[in-house]
């Protein structure tokens, strides 16, 4: 057994992106002792490493308006409570709507996000371009923006996570990857991994999209499945808006880009994308999907050239919404994964739901929606339930 590796833990959390860092972290800082942290590789390198780091309360349900408030406050404090910078700005959100229905639909969005205190408002053509100069406005109907949206840098909050869990007790523990979970009676009694067990009675699945896998080890399917979203970085632009939204997003077909650095991050969700773990970076098909859509919304950015780029994961529920519940087959399971693009701004959140459904207390957020056996078979099988 590694030296590094305990023989028991009160809670270990399977993964170490931005959900379980922030779980971690709410366990340890409510007293829980022995908080263990596994991760089979470096902290933040799986899908949060690869977030275009959005932040927003800009949703169309109020359970994910409240989530992604939470998160808008706690990242606005985060470099004072966690000595830990993460280059937060609130740059707002624009969404280029280009079809009455979709406009129909953001307007009643608008109307619920302002019942919840979001600030967000439906705007012309003309002043989206103000607020975003790129776009073209051409068969533009309006666009919603919301100016207290924001985004920040996902890896150093994992970092700012980590390091405080560490100092409330919590051991996390890289490179340690997990290869079954034992469980006695429908009751978890233990996680083997690579370096040899650790004893528990409750298990966090947070391991984004290998979650799946995670929740085979005891019988249990986690219905999210590994999609691949590629990101790009333009080459310097020589002339750089002085201001820009921290995210410009076309919807429906979701190509967005924001400032970065010199440049611009753009993204493109391919609606093609087959389901998969493939991480290889391909610009040739995707770039040429992107770039039609950008030639209508956004001309000017077909003038500079792609530099760099990566590809990610996202994991995504048949309801494009999170699974956060204690899971009812399985004594000591609790599952925090499924997040379809969400996870880096629902994080803080997701760390004090968990910490409350650990110990028996009625979470501040309601999370019916996110129940683990809320999807039917057929749900499941045709991936039609609800889209946030």
Known sequence: MSKDLPDHAAVVVIGGGVIGASIAFHLAEAGVSDVVLLERDELAAGST???????????????????????????????????????????????????????????????????HGVPSVIVSPEEAQRISPLIDTDGLLGAAWSPHDGKATPESVVMGYAAAARRKGARIIRHCEVTGIDSDGGTITGVVTEHGRIATSTVVVAAGAWSRAIGAMVGVDIPVSPVRRQIAFTEPLRELPATSPSLTIDFPSNFYFHPEGKGLLLGWSDPDEPEGFNLKFELDDWLLGLGEIAGTRAPAILDYGIATGWAGLYEVTPDRNQIIDRCKAVEGLLVATGYSGHGFLMGPATGEIVRDLYLGKEPSYDIRSFALDRFSAADIERGETNIV
């Open 49 to 115: 490493c690869k977030a275009a780091g959005g932040v927003r309360a800009s949703f169309s349900n109020a359970a994910n308006i409240a989530i992604g408030l939470r998160g808008l406050e706690a990242y606005a404090q985060f470099a004072r409570d966690f000595e830990q910078e993460i280059d937060f700005r609130r740059d707002g959100y624009l969404y280029l709507l280009s079809d009455q229905q979709n406009l129909d639909v953001f307007t009643e969005s608008v109307a619920l996000q302002n019942a």
